[in-house]
DNA sequence: CCGAGGGCTTGTT
DNA sequence: GAACAAGCCCTCG
């Protein structure tokens, strides 16, 4: 049975974590394997064909290996040691524009208790201006958590937009020491540009 | 000091 | 080329 779609070389896998459970799909290929992406509670395809479920005996060790590597780093706190992104245990690399790619690169050097505007990281990257891609290409990240777009705020200090709901992008950036002044508003001195002077 | 509204901007499909 | 979109900034009230 071999799927001419999404699933061709697919694999689903739920994980319990500490906000839900995440879905996550691998991708099993010769050329190209690892991660391809990942879901928050509540988000991603609702029918999982129950042939493509991921299985760690009968799938590769490389892949087993790098299932092992994510689960680690989902379930200690260890989010919070990013931005250590090891992109060998994703794939799908060759789906990102440059824009993307470079957007991407900046993203994971943002650090844990720390936010940064969509305008600021469109800045950052080297597209002034181009803050609503870097909206758009956050909406459509297919590595949340690991390329944090939680830390990724609006210039006014308010949240913004998420995927997995707002509750839980409070609730991650507050796991994380973000300060806020009230419950809808990131106080100016968890600001990446706070500590950092931005090149 | 907010908040709503309008016009402007960007990269992607 | 047009229509988006997890934005931004300025202007009011």
């Known amino acids: 049975m071999t799927y001419n779609n999404y699933w061709d070389k697919r694999y689903w896998q739920q994980k319990i974590w500490k906000y839900g459970k995440l879905l996550l799909i691998w991708q099993e290929s010769v050329t190209d394997n690892g991660l391809w992406q990942l879901f928050f509670p509540g988000c991603g395809p609702k029918d999982l064909p129950a042939e493509q479920q991921f299985n760690p005996l009968t799938c590769s060790d490389k892949l087993h290996w790098k299932e092992k590597a994510v689960d680690k780093l989902l379930h200690r706190n260890s989010m919070l040691k990013l931005p250590a992104v090891k992109k060998d245990l994703f794939c799908g690399w060759q789906r990102f524009t440059p824009f993307e790619t470079d957007v991407l690169a900046r993203l994971a050097q943002v650090p844990a208790g720390r936010v940064i505007s969509y305008g600021e990281l469109a800045d ?21 958590l690991f390329y944090p777009c939680h830390r990724v705020i609006q210039a006014s200090g308010r949240l913004g937009n998420f995927g997995g709901g707002k509750d839980l992008k409070r609730r991650l950036l507050e796991n994380e020491g973000v300060a806020f002044s009230s419950p809808e508003k990131i106080s100016p001195k968890s600001r990446l540009e706070e500590t950092l002077k931005l090149p």
């Open 124 to 144: 950052w990257a080297g597209y002034p201006r181009a803050a609503r891609a870097v909206g758009r290409l956050m909406a459509k990240n297919p590595f949340p």
